[in-house]
């Protein structure tokens, strides 16, 4: 005879309430921060303007002014992109899983629950994708990746290669000595990489016993052990080979808002009866000056 409670009919218990919900890491960097970021622009492209002089130097003399020397005006076009995320969000859906349990018991579809989380995910994607237009551009228009180039006038060292635990050190420093020496000194030179590659770099600091350095801010930046020049990584270089090293504020980031927080928002939508999102911003990134830069124009 039977007895007892027979429960082969039910799935084993997985607890799917009594934790909060918690958005997916993303991997965000903020290469934004290095650059000399410009608001307020309204076009859809502008110029960095830029001028140089020729100082024309001789013995003295008497007599006039010799017919050498002059200033010269340049500059750079910048394209700005206005960009958009929209998705189309049904509650209703959610009422045959455990959500339901945070949903109200009308039939109205005007809220999602754990809206700020969701909120907070978008974010982090957003972060991303401004990390990824900052590198690799949007349609035909250029990131840094297509604008610091060998063909462009930044400098390749020789021997530029993919970076290993052997040699990632020899390549980091390559790089640093090929930026051009009227910069050097200046106190806003980065190298930027692949999150792969700044790991490699810091494996192949601690097998040279170069790992006594404190880190800049958290494991995203470094400073490359006897230089000037802090190492940050880019997760628009994901999967890639390609880094280089310049001065961070000759790197022009330009944005409508620095504040775009009045076009991210969920909304309810009467005729479609679901809650939308969008968020849509505005960017750019120019380079005044590739000469000056130094890039192993990997792929």
Known sequence: MAYGFNITALPAYTDQLSMDLIAKAVLNTDLLSYTDLRTGMTSGQFTINLVDSELPVSALSCGGYPGDGQVVYT????TIESLQSKTQLC???????YQSAFMSAGTGNDAIPFEEVISESYAMKLTK??????INGFGT?????????????ATVPAGAAAWTVQNAVSQALDLYDAIDESVINRDDII??????NYRTLVRALVAQNLYHYPAV????VMMLPGTNAKVVMSSGLVNSNYA??????????ATGLQDE??????VYSNSLDAMLFKAAWRIGVGVSQVNLFATNDLA
Do not use: H, W, Y
Not at 129 to 134: I, K
Not at 217 to 220: D, F, K, L, Q, R
Not at 244 to 253: C, D, E, L, Q, T
């Open 75 to 78: 500059q750079v076009p910048v």
């Open 91 to 97: 509650p209703e859906d959610l009422r045959s899983v």
């Open 129 to 134: 994708a401004t990390e990824d237009f900052l």
């Open 141 to 153: 228009t250029l990131g840094l990746k297509g604008q610091i180039t060998g063909a462009n006038g």
């Open 191 to 196: 190298i930027v990489c692949s999150p792969a």
């Open 217 to 220: 801010e958290g494991n995203e």
């Open 244 to 253: 280089f090293a310049g001065p961070s504020k000759m790197i022009i980031a």
């Open 261 to 266: 927080l009045d076009s991210f928002k969920f």
